[in-house]
């Protein structure tokens, strides 16, 4: 037992560095080596107290020792940056394709294992992320865009930042996931006469495997053609998740049965437990090699590697090493012939991968991979008696449901339903069918055997697209308060101890339902909202565009959706898991400002995953936004609302701009200004210097605010001295993207600001605005600023003016 918390203390010491805002000295290593030898000498004595006070020091001690462990990683992995002065800068490199190539409609990504810098003087970290892109390569006069493979060398002109994602609240953490899988710096290929390929390909293991996956791949594309599943037998082989349709994905996602569509823990100890029985079959056959090697040893042998080439092959993501790390516990086990405890197994799989992967702890897949194992553990191990084995596996697919619940809520504030009925029917078809199908057609001779799967895995997603039709399978709530998780995660142990529960599946300790107390304050404990005649604003950070979240006591505006990227949006990648952490189960209002992308990228996801009551844009009734939306109005100067004490009031466009066809669209951005007796916000979009002098003609005794959105980011087209002085803003927000290639804002727009006496914020830099106007005063706070990790970069060049 004391081994086993030794372990636990040593992973909660990594997951603990984790959440730390800088990076600590290493030399507290010294104190962690002076209780090393204060544990050594209690160790002498043998009273109880002095014994009771030695294992607590050692939990410590392993607490800190993961937690210094994780920060050497930490300091190494940092310390091979990209500096500032290289960024946005051409630097030729010679470098190999390190990873599957993933294509797209605007180019293709792939990651480079930098070898040689050839720009003098250039400093360029030793694995990068790159695009090359279709329409930046050819309109630069560059030749037809190269088909990459894994493995090949190539000498390329590349432009690179350091990575930077976007920060806001129930947000993707893009740094921490580059830092994680060692991407220290981001960008694009130049055009350049000088691109070549130098290599075919660089003969090293590494390269081998992930080579011999992309001819899986290529292969399967060819056998499968068009077939609409294709992307998911190939994720089963290969561990590539991105060939898996983003539709797809939601389906898995609404009946709970994601973990099976990319390699599970179950997949791998299928195949290892199939080539166990193989191999101990055949052995036994052979007198000789029994007498030189017992059958079961042999075994053990056989599976293990199979375990391992199936893991490696799939990319060694953390279930994969979760279940090869306890299939290797295992068969130690099995060859000293010693007894292993099943809980002793987990913590030595536990350990391992914090040991090799210290930031694993962000990942949510450590959380429910580990929490899974462990809730069978906790109702299969040690329990007295035999059931019925159908029995048996119903009570473990409600179990894993009921036990998922607090995890799932934490993680993706969902939970699937289904998720019992939808398993119970995929996981024997998909892990007994479809999996040993897809693994045979990876070896060429038995091509034919992947029509037969994709046959299967149809009926299978037939059954879960009916089930994801269902009325409410998916129960979806806010964000649970950090502190009711633990308190969860007891009363669901609670549960599963042997006991009455009064379902029928278990039997045994009393009083188990009140376990399902401590489950309430999840659902009980509501987020914080406006009060009343409160005016709450969200300035989300969605790069290079803008969304805005306004709240009063009962009612949510949104104003623009941020841009689209290459394969999703900024309405289902940052607005939605903000409305719905946040608790914003429908939208009084979506006003989209006008059509370019920036602002309108995200509608239809937005429309299509929260209800909207009434849409209001400067569109043309012909664009898909205005045809998806059912109750829909034109922005005109002059529109008014009163939510909750707060006044809403549109100032332009009038009727003109919109009829006169020769404006762009920029000139007839919707623009709104919100009043609370607390304070006001102006968003006045993307207008022009032109449009702002119109509304000084128009409604000059309606611009004063006390915040700011930046007109058009911060261009050199907008924001003109008259305007910033009749608005006079106490605070001025920029949204604008990283390093920006429209270089917003402009450096003299930001001086003009700066010289009003404006405070200044930028969500590149801050992150999400959070405004809150109340009792007479505002307030104002950024999401890098309340949520600081070591990783995050404060860019030096504009903290004088951001701060103060």
């Keep these: 037992m004391q081994l086993r918390l030794n372990i636990l203390a040593f992973v909660l010491g990594t997951g603990l560095l984790q959440h730390q805002a800088e990076l600590p000295d290493l030399v507290w290593a010294l104190g962690l080596l002076l209780m090393a030898m204060a544990i050594g000498l209690l160790q002498c004595y043998q009273s109880s107290v002095l014994i009771v006070t030695n294992r607590i020091l ?29 960024e946005r800068q051409d630097i030729q490199v010679i470098g190999v394709v390190a990873n599957l190539p993933h294509k797209n409609d605007r180019g293709v990504r792939f990651q480079l294992d930098v070898e040689r810098v050839v720009t003098e003087g250039a ?42 994602g976007n920060a806001n609240p129930h947000g993707f953490d893009y740094e921490a996931w580059a830092l994680e899988r060692n991407i220290r710096a981001i960008g694009y290929v130049r055009a350049s006469s000088d691109n070549r390929c130098l290599h075919t390909m660089v003969n090293r293991p590494v390269y081998w495997i992930e080579h011999i996956r992309e001819r899986i791949q290529y292969r399967f594309t060819d056998i499968l053609a068009d077939q609409p599943y294709a992307g998911v037998l190939k994720a089963l082989a290969t561990g590539d998740q991105h060939a898996i349709l983003r539709d797809q994905w939601q389906l898995f996602t609404r009946t709970g049965t994601i973990h099976l569509m990319a390699i599970s823990g179950l997949h791998i100890t299928l195949v290892s437990s199939l080539v166990f029985v193989l191999v101990f079959w055949l052995w036994r056959w052979s007198s000789y090699w029994v007498l030189r090697l017992p059958a079961r040893r042999a075994a053990v042998i056989a599976g293990l590697l199979a375990a391992l080439g199936y893991a490696v092959l799939s990319g060694f993501a953390i279930p994969a090493q979760r279940t090869f790390y306890m299939l290797a516990v295992v068969a130690i086990a099995l060859w000293k012939g010693r007894f292993t405890s099943a809980t002793m197994v987990l913590a030595w799989a536990l350990l391992w991968v914090v040991l090799l992967d210290p930031w694993a702890t962000n990942s949510p897949g450590f959380w429910l991979s580990f929490g899974a194992i462990a809730i069978i553990m906790l109702l299969t191990v040690g329990r007295i008696g035999r059931m019925h084995w159908l029995n048996d596996w119903l009570r473990i697919q409600w179990a894993i449901t009921l036990g998922l619940i607090p995890l799932l809520l934490a993680l993706f504030q969902q939970v699937s339903l289904v998720s019992p009925i939808a398993n119970a029917v995929a996981i024997p078809l998909v892990s007994f069918v479809v999996v040993p199908l897809t693994l045979l057609a990876t070896i060429p001779i038995f091509d034919f055997m992947l029509p037969l799967a994709h046959a299967a895995l149809s009926i299978c997603m037939m059954l879960l697209q009916w089930l994801s039709d269902v009325p409410s399978a998916v129960w979806q709530q806010h964000s649970p308060p950090p502190w009711t998780i633990p308190i969860a995660v007891i009363g669901i142990v609670w549960m599963f101890l042997p006991g009455s529960l009064g379902l029928g599946f278990f039997a045994g300790f009393p009083a188990r339902w009140l376990g399902t107390i401590a489950l309430l304050p999840m659902f009980w404990v509501q987020p914080p909202k406006p009060g009343a005649g409160e005016l709450w604003l969200t300035v989300l950070d969605v790069g290079q565009g803008l969304a805005v979240v306004a709240r009063t006591e009962h009612h949510a505006l949104l104003f623009d959706t941020g841009p689209g990227f290459t394969e999703t ?78 006044h809403f009031e549109l100032l332009h466009p009038i009727a003109l701009d919109d009829e006169n066809s020769k404006n762009k669209t920029n000139a007839n951005s919707c623009v709104l200004k919100i009043t609370s007796t607390h304070g006001s916000v102006l968003l006045p979009s993307d207008i022009g210097g032109k449009d702002e002098l119109g509304l000084l003609a128009r409604v000059n005794d309606k611009l004063s605010s006390t915040v700011l959105i930046a007109p058009h980011h911060g261009s050199s087209s907008s924001s003109t001295a008259a305007f910033i002085q009749k608005v006079n803003p106490m605070l001025t927000i920029f949204t604008v993207g990283y390093l920006n290639r429209y270089d917003h804002p402009r450096e003299a727009v930001v001086e003009r600001y700066h010289n009003s006496g404006s405070k200044l914020l930028r969500s590149d830099v801050d992150g999400a605005i959070l405004l809150r106007f109340a009792d007479n005063t505002w307030f104002v706070d950024s999401w890098r600023k309340l949520h600081r990790r070591y990783w995050y970069k404060i860019d030096g060049k504009y903290q004088a003016d951001l701060r103060e």
């Design 58 to 86: 050692l939990w410590f001690f392993f607490l800190g020792a993961g937690f210094l462990w994780a920060a050497a990683f930490a300091h190494w992995r940092l310390a091979d940056s990209l500096p500032q002065k290289w």
């Design 569 to 646: 949006d900024s309405g289902n990648r940052i607005i939605l898991p903000f409305l719905q952490g946040e608790g914003i189960r429908q939208l009084d209002a979506m006003i989209v400002s006008h059509a370019d992308s920036d602002h309108s990228g995200g509608a239809l996801s937005v429309l299509e995953g929260i209800s909207v009551r009434m849409l209001l844009s400067s569109l043309d009734n012909r664009h898909p936004i205005q045809q998806a939306a059912m109750d829909k109005d034109q922005c005109r100067a002059g529109q008014t609302w009163q939510w909750d004490d707060v």
């Design 123 to 164: 400093v360029v970290p030793k694995r990068i992320a790159l695009s090359w892109y279709k329409d930046r390569y050819s309109e630069t006069g560059g030749m037809a865009l190269p088909v990459l493979k894994v493995g090949e060398r190539w000498q390329i002109t590349v432009r690179l930042k350091q990575p930077h």
